[in-house]
Antibody
């Protein structure tokens, strides 16, 4: 089973870029074939799929993004650190949420989530 | 914008059977959408129960089953237990790439 841990600032100012890292253990990003996803959940609301990237060996393919976020989102992989990351630019209060990283096609393995608040 | 619709809330008696559904604004849901079903309890990360329409994981209780029903994806709980009270989300993949979650169904066991 893959273990995932999100990390990054818990507070981001409006108009700035939210940056989160997901550290993977129990699997090597640079071997095998996996999907690596980001999902978020505002307090008291439902889940929102942000995007995912597919890796096969050391090759990562073009990520797929939620169309409503696509212009602001970047998901990338750092195989040397066994991590993948999320960048969301031009944030507003509406981006305040618990952010989860996850792996697998479903996805089946999830991090515990990290709360990111957008506020000045 | 693609919308995935679930029942906002359902109530079932212990030992009963309930079916949750997942509809797409684009039309009929087929296995090509790889329907997945997640259970989320308060304060916890979601946990996947069903993948690709009707496939279970080793941790999925036998009373949970997935199917396609009337143009929608469906999750059926047979012999509901009190611990099944939770929020349930479906996730559909469009073009095998972009995912969209449903709004969630709050299941009450009463």
């Amino acid at each position: 089973q893959v273990q995932l841990q999100e990390s990054g600032p818990g507070l981001v100012k409006p108009s700035q870029t939210l940056s989160l890292i997901c550290t993977v253990s129990g699997a090597s990003i640079s071997s095998g074939s996996y999907y690596w996803s980001w999902i978020r959940q505002p307090a008291g609301k439902g889940l929102e799929w942000i995007g995912r990237i597919y890796t096969s060996g050391r090759t990562s393919y073009n990520p797929s993004y939620n169309p409503s976020l696509e212009s602001r989102v970047t998901i990338s992989v750092d195989t040397s650190k066994n991590q993948f990351s999320l960048k969301l630019s031009s944030v507003t209060a509406a981006d305040t949420a618990v952010y989860y990283c996850a792996s697998g096609g479903s996805p089946e393995d999830w991090g515990q989530g990290t709360l990111v608040t957008v506020s000045s | 914008q693609t919308v995935v619709t679930q029942e906002p809330s359902l109530t079932v008696s212990p030992g009963g059977t309930v079916t949750l559904t997942c509809a797409s604004s684009t039309g009929v849901v087929t296995s090509d959408y790889y329907p997945n079903w997640f259970q989320q309890k308060p304060g916890q990360a979601p946990r996947v129960l069903i993948y690709s329409t009707n496939n279970k994981y080793s941790w999925t209780p036998a009373r949970f089953s997935g199917s396609l029903l009337g143009g929608k994806a469906a999750l059926t709980l047979s012999g509901v237990q009190p611990e099944d009270e939770a929020e349930y989300y479906c996730l559909l993949y469009y073009g095998g790439a972009r995912g969209v979650f449903g709004g969630g169904t709050k299941l009450t066991v009463l």
